[in-house]
């Protein structure tokens, strides 16, 4: 079974993107287990964990094909300098009879204060 890299519940290829003027991309690599299909949930928060909570300020979920790394983009959250984002990631498939699920969380904190010009990444590690 090919698992994901992994440190401390961290994927290492984690990438948060913040688009300008608004937008945050939340990119996971795989590779993943085999499956058919995946369902991948995204959840981000503003200046809170989780606690506990399955779901966040902003939530999608996706049915995907198969693939190297997929992405979903909330178009109308704008963090400003200062601020803490929190994620949430769940991966799901099967493979033959058996389920399986992922799950990776973490945070950045933007710099104070954030340059209003152009969109920047940060890879989460």
């Known amino acids: ?12 290829a984690t990438t948060l993107e913040f688009l ?7 990119s996971v690599a795989g590779p993943y287990p085999e499956s058919s299909s995946y369902t991948v949930k995204f959840h981000l928060n503003l200046n809170h964990g989780f606690n506990g909570a399955r779901t966040g300020d902003y939530n999608q979920e996706l049915t995907l094909a198969p693939g190297n790394t997929w992405s979903y983009t ?19 498939g099967r493979n033959g009879n ?4 992922r799950d990776y969380t973490g945070f950045y904190q933007l710099p104070q204060p954030v340059s209003a010009q152009g969109s920047w990444s940060v890879q989460i590690k």
């Open 20 to 26: 300008s003027p608004s937008g945050v991309r939340i």
């Open 74 to 92: 909330f178009p109308n959250i704008r963090p400003r300098g200062g601020e803490s984002v929190y994620y949430l990631v769940e991966v799901s």
């Open 1 to 12: 079974v090919v698992e994901p890299l992994r440190i401390n519940n961290v994927n290492e």
């Open 98 to 101: 058996r389920w399986w699920s």
